[in-house]
């Protein structure tokens, strides 16, 4: 079991930046991908990025590449998301999620433990 708690959220400008934190407690966090997704109203939710449980793969929607940057520091038991060069189309609701493999995924599904999902608003 894995319980997390999303941070940092918040109203910036085009252009600016924001991090994103992860709180997750649990024995499993170690062994978990890591990943974000996001969600604005009317729409589904989206992967935004992953991170494996060593750290050494990650991925990102092509929407952010280039912009945001994913990290982990497992004996804090955090996980963070750099955002830079916010647009107005990355305004949503950031979710912070944990999957039970060691095999990096950007599958929705697989993700099974989810935070309670922190604001992010872009104004231009």
């Known amino acids: 079991q894995v319980q997390l708690v999303e941070s940092g959220g918040g109203l910036v400008q085009a252009g600016g930046s924001l991090r994103l934190s992860c709180a997750a407690s649990?024995?499993?966090?170690?062994?978990?991908?890591m990943g974000w997704f996001r969600q604005v109203p009317g729409k589904e939710r989206e992967f935004v990025s992953g991170?494996?449980?060593?750290?050494?793969?990650?991925s990102y929607a092509d929407s952010v590449k280039g912009r945001f940057t994913i990290s982990r520091h497992n004996v804090k038991n955090t996980v963070f998301l750099q955002m830079n060069s916010l647009k107005p189309e990355d305004t949503a609701v950031y979710f912070c999620a944990a999957a039970p493999t060691t095999l990096m995924t950007t599958r929705l599904t697989a993700y099974k433990y989810w935070g309670q999902g922190t604001q992010v608003t872009v104004s231009s």
């Open positions: 649990g024995r499993s966090f170690s062994r978990s991908v």
């Open positions: 991170i494996s449980w060593t750290g050494s793969q990650t």
